[in-house]
């Protein structure tokens, strides 16, 4: 088929090395009455030098440059551990794992999964050790849920932090997770009657679970870490306190939100919510009964994003928060994050 030439000034359509030329020349140049569509080359402008009118204002025509990948920190804790039944274990805390440097890349969804504390164990007689907490994820970033607490004359289970040893043989706490947490502390071996043995304590982010005590009482929790993260130093992940028999002092759960034991009928206290705390385990009066463990706290995913860089795309209700030139998001529950 024939190809007509159409040559002036504005365009060239007569060969297929050709080019469409568009009218060209300074803001000052543009035409005093556009309509919607215009399309013109503006001298002045940067990048790809094209704007067009929109019915009201010129538009810059922009190249399209992808955003560079960038870095952020994080804080992820799993769920801790619940504390067994009956002069049972604290919990084990929550996997505790904190980075800088963790890079980003722009319009990438990145999954985050909070984890929820593990139940205290129960049921009929001695009962049940305490349940692990559920593992916290972000990204490629997985921490492991705290160990159950041991039940009455049990090993704790391992976990994040290893759950403590029940009361009231000489058995040994459960294995931490290297790099996430530390062992649950031991029961000692005693030559009274069972009311009067001391469980250990749950491992903490920092420290063991301390042992059930030669003199009955109940092994404390271990330390959990502080981050200032958030803008203020705060301690996570706590193990929880060991129970005990009537009479004896049961173990105080580890700073960082760790529950205590429970001694003889004596209530043990739940681990802090979104600390990854275990919680303490429970206690026993003799000829009377044994009692329940009490649950792990809530893990906690934490993001520390430069200002610059952060896109407000979120799902999960992360609490947002600043702290001078970055934004932090606090997830307590599980959520996603859009770079």
């Known amino acids: ?133 559920s593992n916290s994820v972000f990204s490629t970033v997985t921490t492991i849920g705290g160990g159950g607490g041991a039940v009455n004359n049990g090993t704790g289970l391992d976990g994040g932090s290893g759950g403590g040893a029940g009361a009231p043989a000489g058995t040994p706490g459960g294995s931490g997770t290297i790099g996430q947490g530390n062992n649950g502390g031991e029961a000692i071996y005693g030559t009274f009657s069972s009311n009067q043995r001391g469980a250990g304590g749950g491992g903490g982010a920092a420290a063991n679970g301390q042992d059930g005590q030669p003199n009955f009482n109940g092994g404390f929790g271990g330390a959990g870490l502080s981050s200032a993260i958030t803008g203020s130093s705060i301690a996570r992940a706590g193990g929880g306190g060991g129970g005990c028999g009537q009479g004896y002092t049961a173990g105080a759960g580890g700073i960082g939100g760790g529950g205590n034991g429970g001694a003889g009928n004596g209530s043990p206290t739940t681990g802090d919510i ?59 529950q599980s959520g996603t994050y859009t770079a």
Do not use: C
Request: negative net charge.
């Open 1 to 133: 088929m024939a190809l007509t030439k159409i040559t002036n000034d504005l365009l060239d359509l007569g060969s297929d090395t050709g080019a469409l030329g568009l009218p060209k020349g300074t803001e000052a140049q543009r035409p005093s009455n556009p309509v919607e569509g215009t399309l013109r080359h503006n001298s002045e402008i940067d990048e790809t030098k094209l704007e067009t009118f929109d019915g009201t204002d010129w538009r810059k025509i922009n190249k399209f440059v992808p955003l560079p990948p960038f870095e952020l920190d994080y804080l992820v804790i799993a769920g801790g551990g619940g504390g067994g039944r009956g002069t049972g274990g604290g919990g084990g805390a929550g996997g505790y794992l904190t980075s800088t440097g963790f890079t980003l890349t722009p319009s990438t969804s990145y999954s985050i999964t909070v984890g929820a504390g593990g139940a205290g164990g129960s049921g009929g007689g001695s009962g049940t050790p305490g349940v692990n907490g």
């Open 274 to 332: 979104n600390t990854g705390g275990g919680g303490g385990g429970g206690g026993f009066y003799s000829g009377v009964a044994w009692y329940n463990g009490a649950a792990g706290g809530s893990g906690v995913v934490i993001l520390k994003i430069p200002t610059v860089h952060y896109s407000g795309t979120t799902t999960g209700t992360p609490t947002v928060t600043t702290d001078g030139t970055d934004t932090i998001l606090t997830y307590t």
